[in-house]
């Protein structure tokens, strides 16, 4: 009978060890504070901060310096991305989807970024 009091013990460690932990909420806290940074960084650069590819992830949105400009070649644009189709710099970056670019010796390639 000595061991029901041993056992009694034994289990509130247990349980007690399941109960979360001051650091829980604060571990939370900064990883929302952080996304909460990254979309006030983003629209301080004159970014839109919004979800983007497939998975739906919170990006910013961004439009380059060199947006529409000519080019024949990748290395032609801020962002290394002159669409062959229309022979301009991309208009956006991050360009999500499947678009045909030019590289940087002017061959047109697919790239796809989800």
Request: net charge neutral; hydrophobic share 35%.
């Amino acid at each position: 009978m000595r061991s029901a009091p041993l056992f009694a013990v034994l289990a509130l460690i247990a349980v007690s060890a399941c109960q979360p932990t001051a650091e829980t909420p604060t571990g939370a806290l900064s990883s929302v504070s952080q996304v909460e940074q990254q979309r006030l960084a983003c629209e301080a650069r004159g970014g839109r901060w919004g979800s983007g590819g497939l998975a739906g992830f919170m990006t910013c949105f961004e439009t380059p310096r060199d947006a529409g400009k000519s080019c024949k070649r990748s290395t032609d644009c801020s962002t290394n991305l002159c669409l062959a189709r229309s022979g301009t710099c991309a208009p956006i970056t991050p360009l999500f989807g499947c678009n045909e670019t030019l590289d940087g010796e002017g061959r047109r390639v697919s790239l796809c970024v989800d």
